[in-house]
């Protein structure tokens, strides 16, 4: 009774701890240390990767060398080294785009690094115009002396506008390189870098533009000084109106040719010394332009007009004025799993149109449009299932525009209503299928093979190698023991060679022959009737188990005959011997016949 | 009986040492306990055995050990899967 | 058969000792019988701690001279008997070392009329140990006898301090992540934040720590100077340790787990409990042996 309590009681508890691990298998770890890692008042350093620390300190370092190196290409151009100025310039390029790519991979663009980095791109871009300005400069100067001394006239005048177009631009610059100074002075300070170096970079660049100031001086006195102009017939005036503008208006630009043959003339309008317009004029020697503001940086221009490249018209200068934009968006309507944005973008001269606004999704260009002569825009994006913040941002640093954006909205896109695809159309889901259909049936089939393996048919002392010499121990019941399953190996050929086995040993050792011949007998009467432990049982339990055979009779009397060979003192004869071989075939025989396999 | 108690015992103090690894990396892992598992079971049931006739629970415990390997096969599937879908 | 019980026996020794050491430790945070990396249990395990004295009431700082009192993650108020109890203690020559990231010791510090204040925050550091941004790197400021000779100090989430004279501070890239992502946004302001305070007051010091997570058994060997800082505070100039276990998160338990503190830590009851156990064991192993011979 007790077993079956005992037996019970552990199929319950197998099939209760069967059941809990069911239970976790969907998550088979079931603890790591990180799962608890991380509390509100520490993390677990355990669990955490040491981090090179490279990047961060980088970090300061490069922005104190950035604000040095201003300075060093401004002390190069006041001593007129050109190419060197060229070279710290270039070096310059190369820190600044080290600091884009160090405040983008820590992540670090809305910070103070990130204003820093922005007025050192402005900075860049300052420095790298002054360099050319300057170095156009120089070459004013050297062509200056060759077009005096060829008493060229109207090439003279041509540099002259030209440097004073050049003049005007380095002003430009100055200013705004002025304008960064005490915003990029505070932010350094904060991070306790050193700006003295930059502060004087100011003070330099101011001493340049006096000197490019006193030299355009000096231009123009020899311009009207010391070459006597040609005589020549023609005249040239121009005027325009108004004298500032902002993006996309119109300056329109007029003027007269005075003088000979005016009618129909080409005239060439250039704005900052760049060719912007030729026109022709009517019969009476008037022109007219209109001077559209594109893409213009903002602040003075000068302009002149020159005909058939040698009479020149006054220069005059416009400004253009810096709009400050607005860009509105219109709450986003959710249509077919697509985002329809619109939106528009203002400035206070009015609406700006044929300009790029960007859409934002999630902090990064998903697409953009052109706004029409409303200004206003419209575009549909596919952001994808979830939650997005869209805005839409306006910056482009070739226009008189300032940069603006839109607020900001959270959207959610609801997962597609379409029916999800089956399972069955894409290849991956197939081959997953198919592969772990493989593996479970190879699995199934290791273990079916790994089943039948150790069910053998073949009687197992059949497979043993047989031991050297004749020490087989006589395997004697004893009480206390336990049935030893590991006994000393007994081999025997298959089929005809036990026979030959038996003769050999006859000659020698009587006992052992019909020993062998029995254990034959023995093993197939065995694997016939299923027995278990075929070797515990003496030779008459055998005889009595298989009295339902046909074999019986030849059977007892085999055993009779062994009994009294194996245990007795008889030895037997010739014909005794034979015997013990047929009767052992008749068996043999009878089981085979009965086996029918 | 002893060598019954002998497989039994060197099946337990596998496992424990498998447990006490696990503490010992702070992981505790279903899939890699019930892996070790099989090949404790395994390698005992090779170890107790003959390839002749056996005992009865050597027997039962083949059926066991086919079921394992059955569950193998599942888990083995699954982590293809796994690396497949990545 | 025999051989079955000796070996179950053993089995049940391994899981009754498992248990016994489970249910006397916790996992409460801070707590020095937790023995998990968020525990204090190395910190009062190690020599200092071991040596030092256990102030389980403010009352029994009256009297002391020449000590060094520790104030670890206070969870509760001060009032203001015991804030004047501790200025006494102060004044008279001792140093008092608070360690509070949460604002609980805003409460001490105002009894004791300090210029010294705690503020809550998420600090979070370009400069850290980890990959994590919890884990912020603070460098040496005035000098100090706490500070000499260490470069830096690894902490984990810490808060900050403002007032009295800073003995350590963090880079100058660090911010108080405020919305908790990690990163910097266009509100959170970089800056250099104090991290351990110190102020004289009388004839005594005071230092204030932002960061108790130092003490955790994780943060023993997290890097470079840490178990040096420690060092330090164990012995420092000669002092003796006193360790405040009233208001301090070090102190808390439940109560099976004290009783089995109690029961290890008085001898008598072990032997005691030894004697039983393996009376009961061997008279049962007696009894069955009887039984089946």
Same mark, same amino acid.
């Given at each position: 009774?007790?077993?079956?309590?005992?037996?019970?009681?552990?199929?319950?508890?197998?099939?209760?701890?069967?059941?809990?691990?069911?239970?976790?298998?969907?998550?088979?770890?079931?603890?790591?240390?990180?799962?608890? =890692?991380?509390?509100?008042?520490?993390?677990?350093?355990?669990? /955490?990767?040491?981090?090179?620390?490279?990047?961060?300190?980088?970090?300061?370092?490069?922005?104190?060398?950035?604000?040095?190196?201003?300075?060093?290409?401004?002390?190069?151009?006041?001593?007129?080294?050109?190419?060197?100025? %060229?070279?710290?310039?270039?070096?310059? %390029?190369?820190?600044?785009?080290?600091?884009?790519?160090?405040?983008?991979?820590?992540?670090?663009?809305?910070?103070?690094?990130?204003?820093?980095?922005?007025?050192?791109?402005?900075?860049?871009?300052?420095?790298?115009?002054?360099?050319?300005?300057?170095?156009?400069?120089?070459?004013?100067? *050297?062509?200056?002396?060759?077009?005096?001394?060829?008493?060229?006239?109207?090439?003279?005048?041509?540099?002259?506008?030209?440097?004073?177009?050049?003049?005007?631009?380095?002003?430009?610059?100055? #200013?705004? +390189?002025? !304008?960064?100074?005490?915003?990029?002075?505070?932010?350094?300070?904060?991070?306790?870098?050193?700006?003295?170096? +930059?502060?004087?970079?100011?003070?330099?660049?101011?001493?340049?533009?006096?000197?490019?100031?006193?030299?355009?001086?000096?231009?123009?006195?020899?311009?009207?000084?010391?070459?006597?102009?040609?005589?020549?017939?023609?005249?040239?005036?121009?005027?325009? =109106?108004?004298?500032?503008?902002?993006?996309?208006?119109?300056?329109?630009?007029?003027?007269?040719?005075?003088?000979?043959?005016?009618?129909?003339?080409?005239?060439?309008?250039?704005?900052?010394?760049?060719?912007?317009?030729?026109?022709?004029?009517?019969?009476?020697?008037?022109?007219?332009?209109?001077?559209?503001?594109?893409?213009?940086?903002?602040?003075?221009?000068?302009?002149?007009?020159?005909?058939?490249?040698?009479?020149?018209?006054?220069?005059?200068?416009?400004?253009?004025?810096?709009?400050? #934009?607005?860009?509105?968006?219109?709450?986003?309507?959710?249509?077919?799993?697509?985002?329809?944005?619109?939106?528009?973008?203002?400035?206070?001269?009015?609406?700006?149109?044929?300009?790029?606004?960007?859409?934002?999704?999630?902090?990064?260009?998903?697409?953009?449009?052109?706004?029409?002569?409303?200004?206003?825009?419209?575009?549909?994006?596919?952001?994808?299932?979830?939650?997005?913040?869209?805005?839409?941002?306006?910056?482009?640093?070739?226009?008189? /525009?300032?940069?603006?954006?839109?607020?900001?909205?959270?959207?959610?896109?609801?997962?597609?209503?379409?029916?999800?695809?089956?399972?069955?159309?894409?290849?991956?889901?197939?081959?997953?299928?198919?592969?772990?259909?493989?593996?479970?049936?190879?699995?199934?089939?290791?273990?079916?093979?790994?089943?039948?393996?150790?069910?053998?048919?073949?009687?197992?002392?059949?497979?043993?190698?047989?031991?050297?010499?004749?020490?087989?121990?006589?395997?004697?019941?004893?009480?206390?023991?336990?049935?030893?399953?590991?006994?000393?190996?007994?081999?025997?050929?298959?089929?005809?060679?036990?026979?030959?086995?038996?003769?050999?040993?006859?000659?020698?050792?009587?006992?052992?022959?019909?020993?062998?011949?029995? &254990?034959?007998?023995?093993?197939?009467?065995?694997?016939?009737?299923?027995?278990?432990?075929?070797?515990?049982?003496?030779? %008459?339990?055998?005889?009595?188990?298989?009295?339902? /055979?046909?074999?019986? *009779?030849?059977? &007892?009397?085999?055993?009779?005959?062994?009994?009294?060979?194996?245990?007795?003192?008889?030895?037997?004869?010739?014909?005794?011997?034979?015997?013990?071989?047929?009767?052992?075939?008749?068996?043999?025989?009878?089981?085979?016949?009965?086996?029918?396999? | 009986?002893?060598?019954?108690?002998?497989?039994?015992?060197? /099946?337990?103090?596998?496992?424990?040492?498998?447990?006490?690894?696990?503490?010992?990396?702070?992981?505790?892992?279903?899939?890699?306990?019930?892996?070790?598992?099989?090949?404790?079971?395994?390698?005992?049931?090779?170890?107790?055995?003959?390839?002749?006739?056996?005992?009865? +629970?050597?027997?039962?415990?083949?059926?066991?050990?086919?079921?394992?390997?059955?569950?193998?096969?599942?888990?083995?599937?699954?982590?293809?899967?796994?690396?497949?879908?990545? | 058969?025999?051989?079955?019980?000796?070996?179950?026996?053993?089995?049940?020794?391994?899981?009754?000792?498992?248990?016994?050491?489970?249910?006397?430790?916790?996992?409460?945070?801070?707590?020095?019988?937790?023995?998990?990396?968020?525990?204090?249990?190395?910190?009062?395990?190690?020599?200092?701690?071991?040596?030092? *004295?256990?102030?389980?009431?403010?009352?029994?700082?009256?009297?002391?001279?020449?000590?060094?009192?520790?104030?670890?993650?206070?969870?509760?108020?001060?009032?203001?008997?015991?804030?004047?109890?501790?200025?006494?203690?102060?004044?008279?020559?001792?140093?008092?070392?608070?360690?509070?990231?949460?604002?609980?010791?805003?409460?001490?510090?105002?009894?004791?009329?300090?210029?010294?204040?705690?503020?809550?925050?998420?600090?979070?550091?370009?400069?850290?140990?980890?990959?994590?941004?919890?884990?912020?790197?603070?460098?040496?400021?005035?000098?100090?006898?706490?500070?000499?000779?260490?470069?830096?100090?690894?902490?984990? &989430?810490? !808060?900050?301090?403002?007032?009295?004279?800073?003995?350590?501070?963090?880079?100058?890239?660090?911010?108080?992540?405020?919305?908790?992502?990690?990163?910097?946004?266009?509100?959170?302001?970089?800056?250099?934040?104090?991290?351990?305070?110190?102020?004289?007051?009388?004839?005594?010091?005071?230092?204030?720590?932002?960061?108790? !997570?130092?003490?955790?058994?994780?943060?023993?060997?997290?890097?470079?100077?840490?178990?040096?800082?420690?060092?330090?505070?164990?012995?420092?100039?000669?002092?003796?340790?006193?360790?405040?276990?009233?208001?301090? &998160?070090?102190?808390?338990?439940?109560?099976?787990?004290?009783?089995?503190?109690?029961?290890?830590?008085?001898?008598?009851?072990?032997?005691?409990?030894?004697?039983?156990?393996?009376?009961?064991?061997?008279?049962?192993?007696?009894? %069955?042996?009887?039984?089946?011979?």
């Amino acid at each position: 009774m007790r077993r079956y309590i005992l037996w019970t009681l552990a199929l319950a508890l197998s099939a209760g701890i069967i059941f809990l691990v069911l239970l976790q298998s969907a998550s088979p770890l079931l603890y790591s240390a990180e799962y608890d =890692a991380f509390t509100k008042r520490h993390a677990d350093p355990a669990v /955490l990767k040491p981090m090179g620390k490279d990047s961060a300190e980088r970090l300061l370092p490069l922005m104190s060398d950035l604000l040095d190196t201003p300075g060093t290409v401004i002390i190069n151009l006041e001593y007129g080294d050109v190419d060197i100025a %060229r070279q710290d310039l270039e070096e310059f %390029r190369q820190l600044s785009q080290s600091l884009d790519s160090l405040v983008i991979n820590l992540d670090m663009s809305e910070s103070e690094v990130g204003d820093f980095r922005r007025m050192n791109q402005k900075n860049l871009l300052i420095l790298s115009e002054l360099v050319e300005s300057t170095a156009r400069l120089e070459e004013l100067n *050297t062509l200056e002396i060759r077009f005096r001394d060829a008493r060229d006239p109207a090439s003279l005048t041509s540099i002259t506008y030209e440097g004073e177009s050049l003049r005007n631009q380095v002003s430009q610059l100055y #200013t705004q +390189y002025q !304008s960064q100074e005490e915003p990029l002075v505070s932010v350094s300070e904060k991070f306790e870098i050193d700006s003295t170096g +930059y502060e004087e970079s100011q003070d330099r660049f101011e001493q340049i533009v006096r000197k490019i100031g006193d030299e355009q001086e000096r231009r123009v006195f020899t311009l009207q000084t010391q070459i006597q102009p040609e005589i020549s017939p023609f005249q040239l005036t121009m005027s325009l =109106a108004p004298e500032q503008g902002a993006f996309h208006e119109t300056i329109q630009m007029r003027g007269n040719l005075i003088g000979g043959e005016v009618a129909d003339r080409e005239i060439e309008i250039l704005v900052d010394t760049r060719k912007a317009a030729s026109v022709f004029t009517d019969e009476n020697g008037h022109w007219e332009y209109l001077f559209r503001i594109d893409a213009i940086d903002p602040g003075s221009h000068t302009s002149f007009a020159v005909f058939s490249g040698s009479t020149f018209s006054d220069i005059v200068s416009f400004d253009v004025i810096l709009a400050e #934009t607005s860009l509105t968006l219109d709450e986003p309507r959710v249509y077919e799993g697509a985002l329809s944005c619109s939106g528009g973008l203002f400035s206070d001269r009015g609406p700006v149109d044929g300009v790029r606004v960007d859409l934002m999704v999630d902090g990064r260009r998903s697409t953009s449009q052109l706004t029409d002569e409303q200004g206003a825009f419209k575009v549909n994006i596919r952001p994808g299932p979830g939650e997005h913040k869209v805005w839409a941002l306006f910056s482009n640093p070739d226009v008189p /525009l300032s940069e603006s954006q839109s607020r900001v909205y959270s959207v959610t896109i609801p997962p597609p209503r379409l029916q999800e695809p089956g399972f069955f159309d894409s290849w991956e889901n197939v081959l997953a299928l198919v592969l772990g259909a493989l593996v479970l049936a190879g699995t199934i089939i290791g273990a079916y093979a790994y089943l039948r393996r150790s069910r053998s048919h073949v009687p197992a002392f059949l497979r043993r190698p047989r031991p050297a010499g004749g020490d087989f121990p006589v395997i004697v019941a004893d009480p206390g023991m336990p049935i030893q399953e590991r006994g000393p190996d007994v081999p025997e050929p298959p089929g005809d060679d036990v026979f030959i086995a038996y003769s050999k040993a006859a000659d020698s050792n009587i006992r052992e022959a019909v020993h062998i011949l029995f &254990s034959y007998v023995r093993a197939e009467i065995a694997g016939k009737l299923s027995l278990k432990n075929p070797r515990s049982c003496t030779p %008459r339990e055998i005889c009595r188990k298989s009295s339902n /055979l046909p074999l019986f *009779t030849d059977l &007892s009397a085999f055993v009779r005959q062994y009994e009294s060979v194996r245990y007795g003192v008889k030895i037997p004869d010739e014909k005794e011997r034979q015997s013990f071989i047929d009767l052992a075939r008749a068996i043999h025989g009878s089981l085979l016949g009965g086996r029918g396999e | 009986m002893r060598k019954k108690a002998l497989a039994f015992l060197g /099946l337990m103090i596998w496992l424990v040492a498998v447990i006490g690894f696990m503490l010992l990396a702070k992981t505790l892992d279903l899939e890699i306990f019930f892996v070790l598992w099989l090949i404790g079971t395994l390698v005992i049931a090779e170890l107790a055995s003959d390839a002749s006739a056996n005992t009865a +629970y050597m027997r039962n415990l083949r059926y066991v050990i086919a079921c394992g390997v059955f569950i193998f096969g599942i888990i083995v599937a699954l982590k293809i899967l796994e690396i497949l879908n990545a | 058969m025999r051989m079955v019980f000796w070996i179950t026996g053993f089995f049940l020794l391994v899981c009754l000792s498992v248990f016994f050491l489970h249910i006397s430790t916790n996992t409460e945070e801070f707590s020095r019988y937790n023995m998990q990396w968020n525990g204090t249990s190395q910190f009062f395990g190690s020599r200092a701690g071991m040596d030092a *004295t256990e102030i389980r009431q403010i009352s029994d700082l009256a009297g002391r001279t020449g000590s060094f009192l520790l104030i670890i993650a206070p969870e509760r108020p001060f009032d203001d008997r015991e804030s004047r109890e501790v200025h006494d203690f102060l004044t008279q020559g001792n140093v008092v070392f608070l360690a509070d990231e949460t604002g609980a010791g805003n409460t001490l510090l105002e009894g004791l009329d300090s210029e010294i204040r705690v503020f809550p925050a998420n600090l979070t550091s370009m400069e850290r140990q980890y990959g994590d941004p919890s884990s912020v790197l603070a460098h040496p400021s005035s000098p100090d006898p706490l500070n000499t000779g260490i470069t830096s100090l690894v902490l984990n &989430s810490p !808060s900050y301090t403002k007032g009295g004279t800073p003995v350590f501070t963090t880079s100058l890239l660090t911010w108080a992540d405020d919305n908790g992502n990690g990163r910097i946004d266009e509100t959170e302001g970089l800056g250099r934040y104090t991290i351990l305070s110190r102020e004289y007051m009388g004839e005594g010091t005071l230092y204030v720590l932002s960061d108790p !997570s130092v003490f955790i058994n994780g943060m023993q060997d997290a890097g470079r100077e840490n178990s040096v800082f420690l060092g330090r505070l164990a012995g420092h100039d000669g002092l003796d340790l006193l360790i405040e276990q009233d208001h301090s &998160s070090t102190a808390k338990a439940d109560l099976l787990v004290l009783a089995i503190i109690y029961m290890k830590s008085s001898k008598f009851m072990t032997t005691v409990l030894f004697i039983l156990v393996g009376t009961g064991a061997s008279l049962y192993a007696w009894k %069955r042996y009887s039984e089946v011979s």
